[in-house]
């Protein structure tokens, strides 16, 4: 009896210990070639894995079973089996692709390639490229509606955020920004669609329906240049609430309120942050820094600073696994 | 004998050439060789969310302690591992002074470490007018001995002469060109110490 209680204890314990939130992370570095594998229970790299030419884009498969990254100087995009933690297949993007964004079922994937000006279509069940989009010159943000219905496509040189009809896949609105638009991201309601510049050093607030910037958020941080404020990736909550926005060259994320849009306040994390995912359960946030080589995992509720991993030369994109 | 000379003139050129000075990206800093973007100095905000400095930013000179531990761990020697455990060791031990003592660290090895990165940067400017001078002089140096060889009759020890010389001038530059890109990259290796070092004091100071 005792003992039977007591292994009743044990084990609900042994429940409670348990970690909840135990995450993988993939992470692209881009000099060095290798995608760093962190885990959440230890913060710390489990395995560093030989990849491409320059990696960037990198993305979880919904179903979590699949990381695909972008290798931009060897013109495709590898995929990672997360089970054996190896390079297993490529996809048929065109060449040098950057960045990549899947429809919200995980059916569809869309490529940006920076050298053809055109975006690839990939039906991600068979692999294949289905279809090319002509966009502007050199495709820089890529976003798919909530809905599935609007592609999302920055670019640099007409310095719009272009809308793409993703059943038609012609563009049926352009949306002038500041200069370098760099990274797209829709609201989970699909209110607002907020579109990072890089030059500008603003972040473009925009109706997704009628086609308007409706608000710009500013970025100023006392002693710093303003060149030096430089946002790229942008990461939102699900209840849209709270926004973080990295901000390249001054070493810092802004937490921006999700209704107000104003700056709330800037974390110090390494150098050169940029780009962003939530665990999860979004009690953290992970940013890479590209100068110091290492990520910073940020507490979202208590809006910290909490840890630092070192990981590979210019680490770039970053993804976790679905749950 | 002239067809080694041909080549080495043939290959001086090419090197003349390549390395116009033309190709500096920043405008404003006509004289930097890197393909890195020139960042002057590193500003406090950059590296630095603590407390404000207020008067550490001179004060820290004054303390014998802090100078020790400025110079030890600001030196690329010691691995920074090692240099961020020393940090974290000092802090501690410093109690009730602590704030106090990570502003005072913080100051000088942003002094330190800024004065380190602009003699560094001071350098590759000044080799970079040498190579320019060196350029121009291989180029005349080229012209000469082009005029020499088409001389009738050539003065053959003095085309020798000058051959080998311009042989010389041509591997001097090439060295050097090595040794710039090698450099080029020290500015970056320091900013990245500065960051963390003064990323160790804040996490003792939050």
Redesign the interface.
């Given at each position: 009896m005792w003992r039977r209680c007591l292994l009743a204890g044990m084990f609900a314990w042994l429940a409670a210990m348990a970690p909840a939130s135990a995450f993988v992370a993939y992470v692209s570095n881009e000099k060095g070639n290798t995608v760093s594998v962190i885990d959440s229970d230890s913060w710390t790299v489990t395995k560093t894995i030989k990849v491409g030419q320059r990696p960037r884009g990198i993305e979880f498969s919904r179903d979590g079973k699949f990381v695909w990254v972008a290798v931009g100087d060897d013109d495709t995009i590898q995929v990672i089996d997360t089970k054996t933690q190896e390079i297993v297949d490529t996809l048929p993007s065109g060449p040098d692709p950057e960045l990549f964004t899947q429809d919200a079922a995980g059916k569809t994937m869309y490529v940006a390639n920076e050298n053809d000006n055109t975006v690839t279509v990939i039906d991600l069940a068979t692999r294949a490229r289905v279809g090319d989009i002509q966009v502007g010159v050199e495709p820089e943000g890529m976003a798919v509606s909530p809905d599935g219905k609007i592609l999302i496509n920055t670019s640099e040189t007409t310095n719009m955020a272009h809308f793409i009809d993703t059943a038609t896949r012609k563009i049926v609105a352009n949306v002038l920004v500041d200069s370098r638009p760099r990274f797209a991201a829709f609201k989970r309601d699909g209110s607002e669609l907020w579109v990072s510049s890089e030059i500008g050093g603003t972040v473009s607030i925009i109706d997704p329906v009628k086609h308007e910037v409706t608000g710009k958020i500013n970025f100023e941080i006392p002693g710093l240049r303003s060149e030096a404020i430089q946002p790229v990736g942008i990461g939102m909550t699900r209840d849209g609430k709270t926004a973080f926005v990295a901000l390249g060259p001054a070493n810092r994320v802004a937490v921006v309120d999700g209704a107000t849009h104003k700056v709330i306040k800037y974390l110090l994390v390494g150098q050169r942050v940029w780009h962003m995912d939530f665990t999860p359960d979004e009690k953290y946030l992970l940013v890479t820094n590209g100068v110091s080589n290492d990520v910073s995992v940020i507490d979202v509720a208590a809006q910290k600073v909490i840890k630092t991993i070192q990981v590979g030369e210019l680490p770039w994109g970053i993804t976790i696994a679905p749950q | 004998m002239i067809t080694a000379w041909r080549i080495a003139i043939g290959a001086a050129f090419a090197v003349a050439l390549s390395n116009q000075p033309a190709r500096a990206a920043d405008p404003r800093y006509p004289d930097w060789p890197c393909a890195q973007a020139k960042v002057p100095e590193i500003?406090?905000?950059?590296?630095?969310?603590g407390p404000p400095l207020g008067d550490a930013a001179n004060q820290w000179k004054d303390d014998p302690k802090i100078n020790a531990l400025v110079t030890k761990v600001a030196a690329r020697r010691l691995p920074l591992e090692d240099a961020e455990k020393e940090i974290a060791g000092f802090l501690s031990a410093a109690a009730a002074n602590k704030a106090t003592a990570g502003k005072l660290l913080f100051a000088g090895l942003f002094d330190t470490l800024n004065a380190q990165r602009a003699s560094v940067m001071n350098g590759l400017e000044r080799v970079m007018r040498k190579q320019r001078e060196a350029a121009e002089k291989i180029r005349s140096d080229t012209v000469a001995l082009q005029a020499l060889q088409d001389a009738t009759p050539p003065d053959q020890a003095k085309v020798d002469e000058l051959g080998n010389q311009l042989v010389w001038e041509t591997r001097i530059f090439e060295d050097r060109r090595r040794v710039v890109k090698f450099v080029c990259e020290v500015p970056?290796t320091i900013?990245?110490r500065l960051?963390?070092l003064s990323?160790a004091i804040?996490q003792e100071l939050d």
């Open positions: - | 500003s406090v905000a950059a590296v630095w969310a970056t900013d990245q960051f963390a990323r804040q």
